[in-house]
């Protein structure tokens, strides 16, 4: 999906005390996802990106990109319960053109959660043994079978153990007996940085980008006959929110005119439209398709926000949205949340 203009943002909540906060309008379903404000957990996050980012976007709680001095992030919330990744853009006045003004342009937010386990993340040789999967890190950045799976998943303590993520990914996918090697490319968005590398407050985990997994791609379909260590097809199964790292990574490969046409693209419960992703899988010459069964409430969210869906809810969800954004011109990002109703609440669908 092609970036939204800063002149498009919307005000995230109107204010006269500190810098103005700007939002991206196309963030409804990913606030919902991340922040749902229907409950006090939620609605105590949404005040604070609004107070926080006002007041201290530069200070030493943010995290700013390396060879981009105007481009930051901040964690909002509680590690424990409840905490979000907020990435932004600070506008100067000198620098205002083609935007809403000086203020905080907001463009991206992920949930963050916590790994008191030390899970590493990266890719992944899996392999079974006596009713387990054993993980081997691979260190090239090249896949090592024919299947790649995408994802990561957390419980109450954090990211879980990859063999327990293994299990999860086959059950979702509907196979369960799957007993072969396959590679495993474990991908937390709460350690991904939307394709830039930051300097932090504090010492972080390594950081996941969707240069890293398009590196992967490119260069497994770089391999040559020579190298013996190529497949005539290759599998790659994306769970969750792994969708969003997946359209990040496309769109490199996509840019770079790299043809991905061995590749072939089983998409499970995806936190982003199906259609974006299927789009760029098409572009770089690659097959999609959207596993029917097992659907989680945001990834219903989000295909409901699919402009591209023939389906009876997307089509309203997404009449609704441009309704709202034509017929005030002035109105905020969280007056455009609150008038989607219950569209832009998580269904209850499991």
């Given at each position: 999906?092609?970036?939204?203009?800063l002149n498009?943002y919307?005000?995230?909540?109107?204010?006269?005390?500190g810098?103005?906060v700007y939002?991206d309008?196309?963030?409804?379903p990913?606030?919902?996802e991340c922040v749902n404000?229907?409950?006090?957990?939620?609605?105590?996050?949404?005040?604070?990106?609004?107070h926080?980012?006002?007041?201290?976007?530069?200070?030493?709680q943010s995290g700013?990109?390396?060879?981009?001095?105007?481009e930051f992030?901040?964690d909002i919330?509680?590690?424990?319960?409840r905490c979000?990744?907020v990435f932004?853009?600070?506008?100067?006045?000198?620098?205002?053109?083609?935007?809403k003004?000086?203020?905080?342009y907001?463009?991206?937010?992920?949930?963050?959660?916590?790994?008191?386990?030390n899970v590493d993340?990266?890719l992944f040789h899996?392999k079974?043994?006596?009713r387990?999967w054993i993980?081997?890190?691979v260190r090239?950045?090249?896949?090592?079978?024919k299947v790649?799976?995408?994802?990561s998943?957390a419980?109450?303590s954090?990211?879980i153990?990859l063999?327990d993520l293994a299990?999860?990914?086959?059950?979702?996918?509907g196979?369960?007996?799957?007993k072969?090697?396959?590679?495993?490319y474990?991908c937390p968005?709460s350690v991904?940085?939307a394709?830039n590398?930051?300097?932090?407050?504090?010492?972080?985990q390594?950081?996941?980008?969707p240069?890293?997994l398009?590196?992967?791609?490119?260069?497994t379909?770089?391999?040559g006959?020579?190298s013996?260590r190529?497949y005539d097809a290759?599998?790659?199964?994306?769970?969750?929110?792994?969708?969003?790292l997946?359209e990040?990574?496309?769109?490199?490969?996509k840019q770079?005119?790299?043809s991905?046409?061995?590749?072939s693209f089983s998409?499970?419960?995806?936190?982003?439209p199906y259609?974006f992703?299927d789009?760029?899988?098409?572009?770089?010459?690659a097959?999609s398709?959207?596993e029917?069964g097992?659907?989680?409430?945001?990834?219903?969210?989000?295909?409901?926000f699919?402009?591209?869906?023939i389906?009876?809810?997307a089509?309203s969800?997404?009449?609704?949205?441009?309704?709202?954004?034509?017929?005030?011109s002035?109105i905020?990002?969280?007056?455009l949340?609150?008038?989607m109703g219950?569209?832009?609440?998580?269904p209850?669908?499991?």
């Amino acid at each position: 999906m092609a970036a939204t203009p800063l002149n498009e943002y919307l005000v995230y909540l109107p204010s006269r005390d500190g810098r103005q906060v700007y939002i991206d309008p196309s963030l409804v379903p990913v606030f919902t996802e991340c922040v749902n404000p229907t409950n006090d957990a939620g609605r105590k996050i949404a005040n604070d990106i609004h107070h926080k980012l006002s007041s201290d976007a530069t200070g030493t709680q943010s995290g700013q990109a390396i060879g981009d001095a105007a481009e930051f992030y901040m964690d909002i919330g509680n590690i424990g319960e409840r905490c979000v990744r907020v990435f932004y853009r600070i506008v100067q006045a000198e620098s205002a053109q083609a935007s809403k003004g000086p203020g905080v342009y907001v463009h991206n937010i992920q949930r963050v959660l916590s790994n008191g386990r030390n899970v590493d993340v990266g890719l992944f040789h899996m392999k079974p043994l006596d009713r387990r999967w054993i993980e081997e890190p691979v260190r090239s950045s090249e896949l090592t079978t024919k299947v790649l799976r995408l994802g990561s998943m957390a419980d109450q303590s954090g990211l879980i153990q990859l063999n327990d993520l293994a299990n999860n990914m086959l059950k979702a996918s509907g196979q369960d007996s799957y007993k072969t090697d396959f590679n495993l490319y474990h991908c937390p968005l709460s350690v991904s940085d939307a394709g830039n590398e930051y300097s932090t407050p504090q010492v972080r985990q390594r950081v996941i980008s969707p240069s890293d997994l398009a590196e992967v791609l490119v260069k497994t379909a770089s391999l040559g006959e020579w190298s013996g260590r190529q497949y005539d097809a290759y599998t790659v199964y994306c769970y969750a929110d792994a969708s969003k790292l997946l359209e990040g990574a496309l769109a490199i490969a996509k840019q770079k005119n790299i043809s991905l046409e061995k590749f072939s693209f089983s998409i499970v419960a995806p936190y982003s439209p199906y259609s974006f992703i299927d789009k760029l899988a098409r572009d770089c010459g690659a097959t999609s398709k959207l596993e029917r069964g097992f659907m989680s409430s945001a990834s219903q969210l989000h295909q409901n926000f699919d402009p591209a869906s023939i389906n009876e809810s997307a089509i309203s969800t997404c009449k609704t949205y441009s309704d709202q954004l034509e017929t005030s011109s002035d109105i905020s990002f969280f007056e455009l949340w609150k008038g989607m109703g219950s569209a832009a609440h998580l269904p209850n669908v499991g």
